[in-house]
């Protein structure tokens, strides 16, 4: 009697989704429709979603067998205090030899984009983090960037430039070996965001590649993601316990890392704290020279509405109504 062997996984997607009815299936079809030379499988972790979500990966499981796995939860786990969810409930059944995130709210958009970063990390086995520029598409009123370009042409990234960046990557765009997630340190856990530490890691395990190609596209605005959830409630508040808990993983971060990222990590922790301060505008602090290196990475748009606000308050706050929800 012959058996037939199934080929090895190249790649796990890893999927996070909460109350993504109107997202879910581009992402899910911006997967499917990836050109490779190699198998994948498509791991989704839906957080107990009440708006037909869930349906909607069972009729994908039942459509693609042994491709689309989703993991569905009766109780939401980020209100038990789970931060990262990728690390508790994806990343340990994964069994590509590396891992791709969206979340699904979220989309690719070449059919390129998995071949194209798996190439590259499979030549330069050295490569622990492989990301792209992402397209930004807006959901309801606001003002924002066009796009995620954090840097001009291709290019390797140092591990002191994955730390200490002055512009954020797409979690659409990042791609990594599976390996550097296996044991995932306490700085991950502790961390309340889930893309920055898996960063951390591939930083203090190798070095980045950029691809200065929009491959994928972020959604910004969707109800009940972080960003927007984040934004309710006592905003400033908020503000100040994300940046104390990202205080503390930069240290336990600089800790691990043997003090070697030191100069770098004291430059992000400090960034960190600008951009809550930007964030709660407190003027006093955006501009303080002493944070002169981080204002000048605002994009000139941010910088031109902090100054409309510091100085016209009044104007600021009517175009704030007429143009933001």
Not at 148 to 163: A, D, F, H, Q
Not at 310 to 321: A, D, Q
Request: one cysteine or more; proline letters at 5%; hydrophobic letters at 30%.
């Amino acid at each position: 009697m012959s058996s037939t062997k199934k080929p090895a996984i190249m790649v796990s997607v890893n999927c996070v989704t909460f109350q993504h009815k109107q997202y879910i299936r581009q992402a899910l079809d911006s997967f499917l429709m990836q050109k490779t030379n190699f198998e994948f499988e498509i791991l989704v972790h839906d957080d107990a979603s009440t708006d037909g979500t869930g349906d909607i990966l069972r009729e994908y499981e039942k459509r693609y067998p042994g491709k689309v796995l989703p993991l569905i939860q009766t109780e939401n786990q980020y209100s038990q205090g789970i931060d990262n969810i990728s690390g508790a409930f994806n990343f340990p059944r994964a069994r590509g030899k590396y891992i791709f995130m969206c979340d699904g709210d979220d989309y690719w958009t070449s059919p390129d984009k998995m071949q194209k970063q798996v190439d590259y990390m499979e030549a330069h086995p050295d490569c622990t983090l492989c990301i792209h520029s992402a397209r930004i598409e807006l959901v309801g009123k606001a003002l924002t960037e066009g796009q995620m370009r954090p840097y001009c042409g291709n290019r390797v990234l140092t591990p002191e430039e994955i730390v200490d960046k002055s512009s954020g990557y797409a979690m659409s765009s990042m791609a990594f070996p599976s390996r550097i997630v296996k044991n995932l340190p306490d700085y991950y856990v502790d961390c309340p965001v889930g893309d920055t530490p898996i960063q951390m890691i591939a930083a203090s395990e190798g070095y980045g590649y950029y691809f200065d190609q929009p491959m994928s596209t972020y959604r910004v605005g969707v109800a009940g993601s972080w960003t927007v959830e984040g934004k309710s409630g006592d905003y400033a508040r908020k503000q100040q316990i994300y940046y104390e808990r990202m205080e503390k993983v930069y240290d336990q971060y600089d800790r691990a890392t043997g003090g070697r990222l030191k100069e770098a990590i004291e430059s992000a922790k400090k960034r960190t704290y600008y951009h809550t301060m930007v964030n709660t505008r407190q003027f006093k602090e955006i501009l303080n020279p002493e944070y002169k290196k981080y204002y000048k990475e605002l994009t000139p748009r941010t910088r031109f509405f902090i100054k409309l606000e510091y100085c016209t308050p009044s104007f600021y706050r009517f175009l704030r109504k007429k143009f933001i929800k």
